[in-house]
T-cell receptor, first 115, second 114 residues
Framework: AQKVTQAQTEISVVEKEDVTLDCVYE???????LFWYKQPPSGELVFLIR??????QNEISGRYSWNFQKSTSSFNFTITASQVVDSAVYFC????????????FGKGTRLSVIA | GAVVSQHPSRVICKSGTSVKIECRSL??????MFWYRQFPKQSLMLMAT?????????EQGVEKDKFLINHASLTLSTLTVTSAHPEDSSFYIC??????????FGPGTRLTVT
């Protein structure tokens, strides 16, 4: 069975602080995909990144970076120099190969960035 | 690219009536579409998976006669909530994918049943 755990329910930081959102997953498959989505107050989920299980390279995109570690089954997300516009709920999700399977979502982490 | 629209964005209906929600992939052909439901401050709950031209696959506990899903084309899926009741009030979100694993989400439809 698949499971995604986001232990942090809510995080509050002051603008310009760095913040890391944790994600731990469980799956029996050897091939799977991991995702992060952002849900701002408007409600629409925005795709941020997809990682394949066979690619453990970390990724950086502007102020966003992701740390994928299969040894600890974690896929953590760091926002550097946070901004008020980063305030949202962030969801980590998992799907098994071949990729047309539904996403299994974590419960989400609500990030509040205070000016 | 990869834009998904949903219509309507908000709907208020009376108990006992039916409501149809449309989900469209605007710039790609969606091989698979998904329907989710989200209660306030909770995660997304998958309701069903639909592939164009075939019957939707519903998750356990989701009434297929109450939540009718039609995936008539590669760019359109509809969810009809039949005989809606106040407990059906929720935020309904669709997603679509083409030939890659990531799903692209619509903006959601907030349904209120009075």
């Amino acid at each position: 069975a698949q499971k995604v755990t986001q232990a942090q329910t809510e995080i509050s930081v002051v603008e310009k602080e760095d913040v890391t959102l944790d994600c731990v997953y469980e799956t029996r498959d050897t091939t799977y995909y991991l995702f992060w989505y952002k849900q701002p107050p408007s409600g629409e989920l925005v795709f941020l990144i997809r990682r394949n299980s066979f690619d453990e390279q970390n990724e950086i995109s502007g102020r966003y970076s992701w740390n994928f570690q299969k040894s600890t089954s974690s896929f953590n997300f760091t926002i550097t120099a946070s901004q008020v516009v980063d305030s949202a709920v962030y969801f980590c999700a998992l799907s098994e190969a071949p990729g047309n399977t539904p996403l299994v979502f974590g419960k989400g982490t609500r990030l509040s960035v205070i000016a | 690219g990869a834009v998904v629209s949903q219509h309507p964005s908000r709907v208020i209906c009376k108990s006992g009536t039916s409501v149809k929600i449309e989900c469209r992939s605007l710039d790609f052909q969606a091989t698979t579409m998904f329907w989710y439901r989200q209660f306030p401050k909770q995660s997304l709950m998958l309701m069903a998976t639909s592939n164009e031209g075939s019957k939707a696959t519903y998750e356990q506990g989701v009434e297929k006669d109450k939540f009718l899903i039609n995936h008539a084309s590669l760019t359109l899926s509809t969810l009809t909530v039949t005989s809606a009741h106040p407990e059906d009030s929720s935020f309904y979100i669709c997603s679509a994918r083409q030939d890659r694993p990531e799903q692209y989400f619509g903006p959601g439809t907030r349904l209120t049943v009075t």
